[in-house]
């Protein structure tokens, strides 16, 4: 069970926080332009990376707030965590 | 039986307490200190249970937690019974009472050991092989299998101990307290680290606590002398904590454990009321020091698993810690210095030994040269071919292993024995560290397994470091310590070690033989009988994986998770493939590190603890009033309210004919609430919802649908206009949270911009429905203010007003299709304007009724529920709900998947209603429609989604849906049930006031 630096609250249990998949896909502003494939692209299609991978989390049972978080998944490593609008970290 | 098997007093064993115990039906006497092992073996019992596939006699094989064989069913036919317990690690206690496993009907006599001789034809993966076909012969294989194999009895009644959860934080976390943990522990806390320290065993100091040889010594003192004084020290540091009989069971991420803390369960039964049986330790730690240490490996030869063949540090521990001899004639079988360790302390109590069998052909260190002067006889260069005796090893015959130890030569030499140690060598206990996440390298020199890349902030020591002699051990503990702790200096910078252990050890993973290996039982792994031909059998069938062939044949599966013998499963495997160790990895170790009781696992969630639950500010109503609760999510929902002789039927149809005939009263206080605020309150619903609401007026309401992203319903419910900026939405009772979650999803990451502010408050408001034709008069009596008339208070519109001095919102919806008044008071006011609603609908009859008169009467008027009607598969046009789906609106969420070339399909399943051919006979919830049973397989169209038989309608009703429902209407289709089939119209899910008269009777 990790330990997670909430931008907000500091350090929590990850028992309060709940993930919320791929960061960084944005909602396109026109879906009505797109054809089904672009918008099954938005919908469905997600990287599901071995390494470095960059997703969505919010302190569910705390402050209620996303961020986003950089993580390793081939061993749970937690790298950088930023709010939301922010920059991602450059590796 | 004899007692002189005690061989010398112990000071771990206090032989002025004497304890009686059963085993088997038979009563022993132990002393206080003794485990169930130790007191077995001093009465001269050996054979303890039969092996699990070929009910072998077994015996006791270690004096650890990795025992493999002597596990015991305690307390037989009792709510305290458990199987699968250690005998090696279970205290014994006056009264305690334990039996074999996996015989019948005696360990003496079993009647599977048949399968012994059968096993020619019990190979690797026979079970796979035997019972796959035909598959619907399944259930009586599987009764077979059941019936002759399983290892011990669940118990059958309710658990009568307690057991509980603890969370513990600490700067430094020991795991172990042998030497090096000693060590360890002491350095942290004395460094003002808050340290906890853990053991399984009930006492300190490991192995080298009884390590009485004058050839192991620390600072000039005996190592047991020198590490019983550290103990003595480290009992007296404050925040040092220490918790023996605690056992590791798991090491997450993160540096979080979990341990098991027993607490009972080496106490008389009678004692154990109103006691904690084990708590459950949840750990977080800043550092963690592993000091596990490391397990004996067996040897690998024919006929390695008979009573009274152990390790050789097994045979080491009973003598020097329990004061008990394994055997009269014992022989060691080694191939490295442990043997002699043992023979040295065997001899110092004058225990004989009658040869020691060494693989090695050269042999030299201080040790072995000691063992020699006492005319003991070496076989060096040889090993053990065979072994004899069936419930009791007799005899074992040897001989020479060929220079490269491929083959044995010479001729065959016979030796009488009562008891065989062997040793292997030393396997660290890395199974914590892997779990961790910790990758594992492997050393060539002695074959082992040693961590290489730490996850976390930890670190191993000692043996589970694969530092194996007591030098090794101790001329490193300081500065691994001073770097891991951060810190300047330790106590043991300056050890001075004597230790004369010659580290040469000759690995042989399979012993060679002088038979044909199919015709031999090398067992690897000992609880599930899988032998060393059972994993080249594997490999000749094209099993490559470790993972592959351990699930093939079993190796390693066993509730000992293959301690003793996977490294020597992946020793074979590696020689056989021609693979190089390392290479193929091992096999994932997962916790428990040793099994958990479900007890500690649920701890005091059991009962009506089992979870949390909500009661609404009405709840004791319900209860005084005799309704029958349903579980919402976590909400007990009032079901139905049945009166006397009354059944659940019965209940609700009585309800359903009273709300609709005259007045029905209805705790919706579940219902999910959520405060909208803000400037762009409007706009966000707009982007929410599938409908418009920039137009709807302050005062009125609206129903809204949900969907996710794909165009799949997710929600509703009715949602009012409070003021400009300013709305109340509510959510089905199960989807409230989830829904406040999406809408904060979308407000926080994908439109910041808008001003809108959401607020949780469905527990801060009761809410009553009232419902029926009588429902405007009551609710003049209790709000007599308010004026009701349909011109000034028409349906979906809200009135803020008062009840006395209570404000409250009433709304007027319905969700029953009768004119409805719905009043949301806060909370604590709930309990009182529902006793009021009820007094002043006492003349109308009015009638409290559930959840299930609710889904009847909205079933009624073909209103679906989220989540029963529909599955996460359904759009708003397969509800044919296309009424709500605006066309105007540029974008909601899921509105572009509306019309993907899936979600546009004709022959979606949609949402009908079914009238019953028979108006008595009600659908079952579920059950597959089909069109034409005739050909095979049979179509299924589609299943019912909601039935009830309406009492207002007087006939069965359902809701269902099916492929290409919408153009359906009349269909006649078909319902197969178990022995008949029901036949069904196809109708408009709407049965009831289609013109909705009665919202304004
Ligand atoms: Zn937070």
């Known amino acids: 069970m990790f330990v997670i630096h909430c931008p907000y609250c500091g350090e929590r249990e990850q028992s309060e926080f709940k993930a919320g998949g791929e960061a960084h896909i944005v909602r396109p502003k026109q879906p009505t332009e797109l054809s089904d494939d672009q918008w099954a692209e938005y919908l469905f299609m997600r990287k599901n990376i071995k390494g470095i991978q960059f997703e969505r989390w919010v302190h569910f049972h705390g402050c209620r707030k996303w961020f986003n978080m950089v993580r390793d998944t081939s061993n749970d490593e937690i790298k950088a965590i930023y709010k939301m609008g922010e920059k991602p970290p450059v590796k | ?1001």
């Open chain 2, 1 to 1001: 039986m004899t007692n002189n098997l005690r061989v010398k007093s112990s000071k771990f064993i206090d032989e002025t307490y004497k304890i009686s115990f059963r085993f088997n039906n038979k009563t022993y006497y132990g002393y206080k200190g003794d485990t169930l092992a130790s007191a077995l073996l001093a009465n001269g019992i050996h054979l303890v249970g039969r092996s699990f596939k070929y009910h072998r006699p077994r015996g006791i094989m270690t004096a650890g937690s990795e025992e493999p064989n002597a596990i015991v069913q305690l307390h037989k036919n009792t709510s305290r019974t458990e199987p699968n317990v250690r005998a090696t690690e279970i205290e014994i206690y006056e009264g305690l009472e334990a039996s074999s496993q996996n015989c019948w009907p005696s360990v003496n006599f079993d009647i599977g050991g048949i399968n012994n001789f059968l096993s020619p034809v019990l190979p690797a993966g026979f079970y796979y092989k035997t019972f796959m076909w035909p598959a619907s012969f399944w259930e009586k294989y599987e009764y077979f299998i059941r019936k002759s194999a399983g290892l011990g009895k669940s118990p059958t009644e309710p658990d009568p101990d307690m057991y509980e959860h603890k969370y513990i934080h600490c700067d430094v976390l020991v795991i172990g307290a042998g030497v090096s943990g000693v060590i360890a522990a002491k350095t942290s806390a004395k460094n003002g680290f808050k340290t906890l320290l853990l053991d399984e065993k009930p006492y300190l100091g490991g192995s080298t606590i009884y390590q009485n040889s004058e050839y192991f010594k620390i600072n000039n003192q005996i190592s047991s002398s020198w590490l019983e004084k550290e103990i003595n020290e480290i009992k007296k540091i404050d925040n040092l904590e220490i918790k023996t009989r605690t056992s590791v069971a798991a090491f997450h991420g993160y540096n979080f454990l979990l341990a098991r803390e027993s607490l009972t369960d080496h106490i008389p039964l009678h004692q154990r009321d109103e006691k904690i049986r084990h708590r459950l330790l949840k750990i977080r730690a800043k550092k963690v020091i592993c000091a596990t240490g490391s397990l004996e490996r067996p040897l690998i030869f024919d006929n390695n698993d008979r009573p009274g063949i152990l390790l050789s540090s097994a045979i080491e521990k009973y003598s020097n810690f329990f004061g008990v001899t394994c055997g009269q004639k014992n022989v060691l079988f080694t191939n490295n210095d442990s043997a002699y360790e043992t023979a040295t302390s065997l001899l110092q109590k004058g225990i004989n030994i009658k040869a020691i069998i060494d693989n090695r052909e050269e042999v030299d260190s201080k040790l072995v040269k000691e063992i020699e002067k006492n005319n003991i006889k070496i076989y060096k260069g040889y090993t053990v071919v065979d072994t004899f005796g069936y419930k009791r090893i007799n005899r074992i015959s040897i001989m020479q292993l060929s220079k490269d130890g491929q083959k044995v030569v010479g001729s065959k030499i016979s030796i009488d024995c009562d008891c065989l140690g062997m040793s292997g060598g030393w396997t660290p206990a890395v199974h914590l560290f892997t779990q961790s996440g910790g990758k594992l390298k492997f050393r060539e020199d002695d074959q082992v397994f040693i961590p290489d890349k730490y996850p976390s902030d930890q670190v191993s020591i000692g043996s589970c470091n694969g530092e194996f002699t007591l030098d090794e051990i101790l001329s490193d503990i300081s500065k691994k310590l001073k770097d891991f702790l951060n810190i300047k200096k330790t106590d043991y910078e300056n050890l001075e070690i004597q230790s004369h252990f010659n580290k040469t050890k000759r690995n042989i993973w399979l012993l060679p033989s002088d038979k044909i290996i199919g015709k031999t039982k090398p067992f690897v792994d000992y609880q599930n009988d899988a032998t060393a031909k059972d994993i080249k059998l594997a490999l000749r069938e094209g099993f490559r994986s470790i993972e592959h062939v351990k699930r093939y044949t079993t190796t390693g599966m066993g509730t000992d998770q293959g301690k003793l013998g996977n490294m020597h499963a992946l020793g074979i495997i590696s020689e056989t493939a021609g693979s190089r160790m390392g290479e193929l990895g091992t096999t994932t170790f997962r916790p428990p590190y040793t099994p958990l009781t479900f007890g500690t696992i649920v701890g005091r969630n059991v009962g009506e603890y089992f979870d949390v639950f909500r009661k609404t500010p009405i709840h004791d109503w319900h209860v005084e009033n005799k309704a029958k609760f349903e579980n919402v999510g976590q909400w007990k929902r009032a079901w139905f309210y049945p009166k006397e002789n009354e059944g659940m039927h019965e209940a609700v149809q009585r309800e359903s004919k009273a709300a609709r005939d005259s007045a029905g009263i209805l705790d919706a206080s579940t219902l999910g609430k959520i405060d909208i605020q803000g400037t762009d309150a409007s706009e966000f619903l707009n982007r929410v919802y599938t409908n418009a609401w920039s137009k709807l007026a302050i005062g009125k309401c609206r129903y809204g649908l949900m969907l996710n992203e794909d165009g799949m319903v997710y929600d509703d419910g009715v949602t009012t206009r409070l003021d400009e900026n300013h709305y109340i939405m509510t959510t089905t009772t199960g989807g409230a949270a989830t829904v406040l979650g999406k809408l904060e999803d979308y407000l926080q990451t994908e439109w910041p911009e808008l001003d809108v502010y959401l607020t949780s408050v469905t527990d801060h408001y009761a809410t009553i429905s009232v419902c029926g034709p009588n429902s405007k008069k009551i609710i003049s009596k209790v709000i007599p203010n308010l004026d009701l008339s349909d011109e000034k208070f028409p349906h979906m519109s809200f009135k803020n007003t008062k009840i006395d001095k209570i404000k409250c919102r009433v709304m007027r919806i319905s969700f029953t299709g009768e004119q409805s008044y719905e009043i949301n008071v806060q909370a604590n006011y709930g309990k009182s304007v529902w006793d009021k609603c009820i007094q002043a609908g006492k003349e109308f009859n009015i009638t409290p009724y559930g959840t299930e008169t609710m889904h009847l009467l909205r079933a009624e008027k073909g209103f679906i529920i989220v989540g029963q009607d529909t599955d996460a598969t359904m759009t708003p046009i397969d509800l044919q709900m296309d009424w709500i789906v605006s066309k105007k609106k540029y974008d909601f969420i899921g509105k572009r998947s509306l019309y993907r070339s899936d979600t546009i399909r004709e022959d979606r399943k949609q949402l009908i209603g079914l009238v019953t051919e028979n108006p008595k006979e009600v659908l079952e919830e579920g059950a597959q429609i089909v069109l034409d049973t005739s050909k095979s397989p049979v179509e299924m169209l589609g299943h019912v989604t909601s039935s009830y038989y309406s009492p207002n309608l007087e006939k069965s009703i359902a809701l269902g849906v099916v492929k290409g429902g919408k153009n359906m209407m009349g269909q006649k289709l078909i319902i197969p049930m178990e022995n008949k089939q029901i036949n069904v119209t196809v109708t408009d899910p709407v049965f009831l006031d289609k013109e909705n008269k009665r919202l304004n009777a």
